[in-house]
């Protein structure tokens, strides 16, 4: 079967690629596009290393065909800094400490930016909930909390 | 013999502040390089086939079709691997026998374990390689199959290996069995310890494998030239040895392998060894290309080295005011598909948190069908940690006295003699109990469900063989070069390290990994050795560029050099006047670089002795529900003795990290097997590692007793965390349901299990 | 003036497969080159295996077997297994 073409912006940019039917969004990213910022930890939906925003939805791109990309607008790792500016979440997970090994943590900075922009003042449960879906082998999420926690209080402050 | 800084005597500059990591900004924008990020013009995707059964001899194996299909570009099979010799080389508690080896990396007369690798395919798709293997025929002759340690010990367990007779055991067995080896330690009398003791405790404790976790599965690009050079991209947990090993499985020279280090998403132990490398070398060798493998999860769980699955019976012997008389432990671990389990570890680490006179360890390397064991965070020592502080638990419970009185009045101090042999030369493991003792949150009050757990543990942690090159550029930045893998931030610890050093900034310094081609040997990161000992050799390289920006000062100022000493970050001798001091700055000097002798740099390459174990002494608080089963972590406390924290986020995340992992150990994870020896939880929904809602804030207590032979004082902190952890949360679960609980995982029926012993499954 | 020897002693295991069951020796020696040295002319093939597969704890500092570290008179050498971590 023929590749399919599919149009599609891409942090904020018109892209065009080539895929087979089968093949996922994360497939595509990686593949494709050579986005390799978002993870395969488990290819199942389970891990959240490959989370990727769909029209501003929080989605596990594994879980995603690449054909269902055609018309919308996906926001991926390499879009979180605007341009040289690092996002405050990116700034606090530095500061805080809040990686070890880093495979996490594109899917954990996309994940938390997702909760923020619905809850802009989350406690550490509602973090810890939300946050749930993304696994962390390091941390023991201690730091990630904290430094979720922190970018809240300065993009409230904003 | 490296000289110390003495606590109080100097105050440290940036050695003790928390920095952000070069790594750090490509890590939070997907920037950085995993294993899996790197291509290469032409590549090929190369896929491996595995085995679906258990236990199977392999009769034939048919490449033929999958070789036909158009796009394949090569095929392999074990044949393509040399054949290796079987001799028990090197270490004989790690698996340093590659005749083992070559059948783990793929199968020759026998698959051992569902999963075990067949046959690999490199082809232009991942599609084409997925319909490749499935052309692939393999003809198996399938075997009875055996997985449960103490089921593989029963005499008429089907054998993995028809020649295995137990190593160890005198006289030697004239039957052959699943038990690789029987070791054993012993100091003192037991029999008559335990004759002189007022109470005896003893349980048998039973562990399911548990899996390292890493969120990154096995990855690596290969490309072999015809010429015979090859070039490995590979996450790992040290590219030297990765390269040493590949090279002998593959049938090179180790010249003419260059690995380079891919950032490493997780390793834990589990990345120490290779399993994809030889593979993608190979098919790039017959192919002419470039190959890329990528492992998926299923493979992962499937096939990459777990932790070992024991049972385990402790003994101990105590007077009637809590002194410990004797100790008597027997751990029996699950080895996997070929020999060499952590139980020596396990042996070595049990009962060396205290003075005892009187101990015997014993243990047995037992075979059975799954992958073989691999490290993981201490490898050996949580398992054994878990047999032995529930029973002291139970000990101290006897008798009335505080658990962690209890470890304070017995524990090991410098000269006492261990089980295997030397004396403890090194303080830290009373202070530690203290630290935890004195915490606040010890005294919580705890309500209904609710109980309290306790342990401690020992780690020996390790030195060893490290390279180091410290270079100053022409605009006096500094170059920190050195062969350690970083796995989670030791750049930053060497960067912090050299600029306290040098009496420079440290973001004037750039620490990096350098490939196997450019820096000289270093072992792997693991152990909870970097810091220590590539932090020594960085230290050492340090001093021999001050030397040498000593003499180009003395040079520039056509000084003697005994007259120049070095001073925050510069040259400095007496001036003309009294009291005057003239200084030249390391940017000043590097500027006459040229006219002084040329460039200034100094690599050191140490193999570092000394070394301080670890210690760590942990709480847990957890609430249980009576109708569910399901256990609540209210909060841990753990308290670890870093010797000196050179980066104290960093050391607080590798505590925090350790104890989470061994929560999800006490509580959740576990292998489970179907009746035909297949995985039924190869994946993360079943296989349920602490996610962020499971846990509560981690309580990290540093206790700085520092080594003196590190520079500043450091002792490696990676593992020694996890030790305790098992217990503490086992203990916690005892306590508050009033029985002991001597199963891991505590998953919810088990718990209910022990609260009700009539309850149905 | 004759020093005091070394004590060297290996685990069981180790003196089960190398030393006929011999656990404990006294060896003088300045540095360890010579004590590997001694013990392989008492044990001869010794010394490679104690170069391949054993760590040397020295008066309880554990380190890697090398030729260069300095033995006192009357100390006490462990050779045990060698560690891996994880």
Known sequence: MAKQHVAATINGDAVEFLCETHQTLLDVLRDELGLTGTKEGCGTGDCGACSVTIDGRLVCS????????????????EGMAAGAELHPLQRKFLEHAGLQCGICTPGILI???????????????????????????????????????????????? | ????????????????????????????????????????????????????????????IDTSQALALPGVKAVMTAADLPEQKFEYVGPERTAANFWHMTRGIMAREKVLFEGHAVAAVAAISKMVADEALRLIKVDYEVLPHVIDVEQAMQPDAPLLFEDMITRGVEPAPDKPSNISKRIEFKIGDIEAGFAAADKIVENTYRTK??????????????????DGQAELWASSQGHFVIRALTSRLVGMEVGNLRVYPAEIGGGFGGKNVPYVEPVALVLSRKSGHPVKIVLSRDEVFRACGPAAGSVMTVKIGITKDGKIVAADGVFTFQAGAFPTSPVMNACMCGFTPYDIANVRSVGYDVVSNRPKTAAYRAPGSPISAYAVESTMDMAAASIGMDPLQFRLKNVAKPGTQTVWGPKHTHEGFA??????????????????NQGRGVAVGYWFNNGGESSANVHVNEDGTVLVATGSSDLSGTRASMALMAAETLGIDYDKVRAIVADTGSIGFCGISAGSRTTFATGIAVVQACRKVIDELRARAAMIWDAKVEDVVWEDGCAKRAGKGPGEVETLPIKAIAAKRTVTGGPISAEVSVNAGGVAPGFAAEFCDVEVDPETGAVKVLRFVAA????????????????????????????????????????????????????????????????????????????????????????????????????????LPMSPPKVLRALDPQRGS | MSEAPARVVFTSDFSDRYTGGVKEFEIEAKNLRGVIKALDELCPGLGEHLEEETTVAIDGEVQDVGYYQAIRPGCEIFFIPKIEGG
């Open chain 2, 1 to 60: 013999m490296p000289d110390t800084i003495t606590p109080g005597e100097k105050k440290l500059r940036v050695v003790g502040t928390r920095p952000v990591r070069p790594d750090g900004v490509p890590k939070v924008t997907g920037l950085a390089r995993f294993g899996a990020d790197y291509s290469l013009p032409g590549m090929l995707w190369g896929k491996i086939l595995r085995s679906p059964h258990a236990h199977a001899r392999i009769r034939s």
């Open chain 2, 431 to 448: 202070e530690t109990i203290r630290a935890l003792m004195q915490n606040p949150a010890y005294s919580t009050p705890l309500g209904k």
């Open chain 1, 111 to 158: 994940a938390a930016r997702s909760l923020l922009e619905r809850n802009p003042d989350p406690t550490e449960e509602e973090i810890r909930l939300w946050l749930a879906g993304n696994l962390c082998r390091c941390t023991g999420y201690n730091k990630i909390v904290d430094a979720v926690l922190d970018a809240a209080r300065e993009m409230r402050r904003k």
């Open chain 2, 640 to 743: 670890q003795d870093v010797g000196r924290a050179i980066h104290p986020a960093l050391v607080e995340g590798q505590i925090q990290g350790g104890v989470a992992q061994g929560i999800g150990w006490a509580l959740n994870e576990e292998y489970i097997y179907d009746d035909a020896g297949r995985l039924a939880n190869p994946g993360f929904l079943d296989y349920r590692i602490p996610v962020a809602s499971d846990l509560p804030k981690i309580e990290a207590v540093l206790v700085e007793v520092p080594n003196p032979n590190h520079p500043f004082g450091a002792k490696g902190v990676g593992e020694a965390n996890i030790v305790p952890s098992l217990a503490a949360v086992s203990n916690a679960v005892s306590r508050a349901i009033g029985r002991r609980m001597t199963e």
């Open chain 2, 209 to 226: 494998p548990v899996h390292q976790g890493y969120i990154e599965p096995q990855a690596c690009l290969a490309r072999f030239d015809a």
């Open chain 1, 62 to 77: 594994c879980l995603v065909l690449g054909v269902e990309a055609k018309g919308k607008s996906i926001q991926t790792i």
